[in-house]
């Protein structure tokens, strides 16, 4: 063993040397990246006993391709419809995945299928359609995001697109939101018609309901806020507007006050989803303090349903 050490030690006071010779620039440790907080989905399909992959019974690929859009847009990637250039927005650096295993501890590929027609529905005539939604299949909201396609008549393409409930906080304009939890069951739902990528003949076929609402079911108000001027999103990059924007407006719309333009592109207006590109910093910060300080939301970066334990 005596003959080793003549060896090792020159080695070690070289090493020593040259890392003192490199000066402190070489031991600065690189900048540390924001997290990315990974939220799993349960996608509960409500169907009228189709067969999978017809109607109303949403097919795997159908479903896959709205996290992917879910996806592109929180994490602003390039290349995509999610990616953009403006100087106020940002990547939220949030992501989701489909749950890997279910309440039970087993194996899922987060896909809930419910035939309505077999299964009676107690819920009473108007009430609330989260609870209406969630009696036929519902996980716990702090371990999944909940998220119902709604079987509806096509009619109401383009009339009725989703819905979400809001995230208990302290957040200003939280009471803007519809509540969940402890009054009704939350998450989101989705008309089936507008859910993920499509060729359904429709301005809402590329995934951005869903975009949308899971915007406001982590902390995110419309850019009109509470309808006036003076109570809008809480996020000063947003330019203020009094009403929804509709469509995909071609002449630049002047915000409240002449303080700039409506954010047209911005995911949580009520524009077509060709036009949406846009989260803004104010609002990523928004959704990252409920993510981190919201009872259940914070839960979700933790779940034993991402199978990452």
């Given amino acids: 063993m005596t003959s080793i050490a003549p060896v090792k030690r020159p080695v070690l006071v070289l090493a020593l040397a040259a890392l003192a010779s490199c000066g402190d620039d070489a031991v600065t440790p690189p900048p540390v990246e924001p997290p990315v907080y990974r939220l799993p989905v349960v996608v509960h399909v409500v169907h009228r006993g189709e067969p999978i992959g ?28 999610g990616f953009n250039t403006h100087p106020d927005g940002g990547d939220a650096r949030i992501e989701f995945v489909l749950a890997r295993v279910a309440p039970d501890g087993a194996p899922t590929n987060g896909i809930v299928r419910v035939d309505a027609d077999a299964m009676p529905n107690p819920a009473p005539p108007g009430a609330p359609l989260f609870d209406y939604y969630a009696h036929y299949s519902y996980w716990d909201p702090s371990r999944y ?3 119902w396609t709604m079987p509806l008549s096509e009619d109401l393409i383009d009339t009725i697109l989703g819905m979400a409930t809001g ?11 519809t509540p969940g939890e402890p009054e009704h069951a939350e998450g989101i739902l989705v008309n089936a018609f507008h859910f993920g990528e499509s060729d359904v003949a ?3 076929n590329l995934g951005r309901t869903l975009t949308h609402e899971m ?5 995110l108000l419309h850019p009109w806020g509470g309808g006036d001027c003076a109570t809008n999103d809480y996020c000063a990059d947003t330019p203020p507007a009094s009403e929804p924007v509709r469509g995909c407006p071609d002449t630049p719309l002047p915000a409240c006050s002449g303080n700039g333009r409506i954010m047209v592109e911005n995911y949580m207006n009520w524009t077509t989803d060709a036009c949406m590109s846009t989260f803004t910093n104010d609002q990523i910060a928004r959704m990252h303090y409920v993510l981190e300080n919201s009872p259940r939301r914070r839960e979700l970066v933790d779940s034993p349903g991402l199978g990452e334990r």
């Fill in 54 to 81: 017809t109607g109303y019974n949403l097919s795997l690929e159908q479903i896959e391709s709205q996290i992917r859009v879910l996806n592109e847009d929180y994490r602003r990637r390039p290349g995509t419809r």
């Fill in 145 to 147: 995001i909940n998220v």
């Fill in 167 to 177: 995230p208990e906080t302290d957040l200003p304009g939280a009471d803007l939101l």
């Fill in 202 to 204: 429709s301005v809402h």
């Fill in 215 to 219: 915007g406001h079911y982590l902390g």
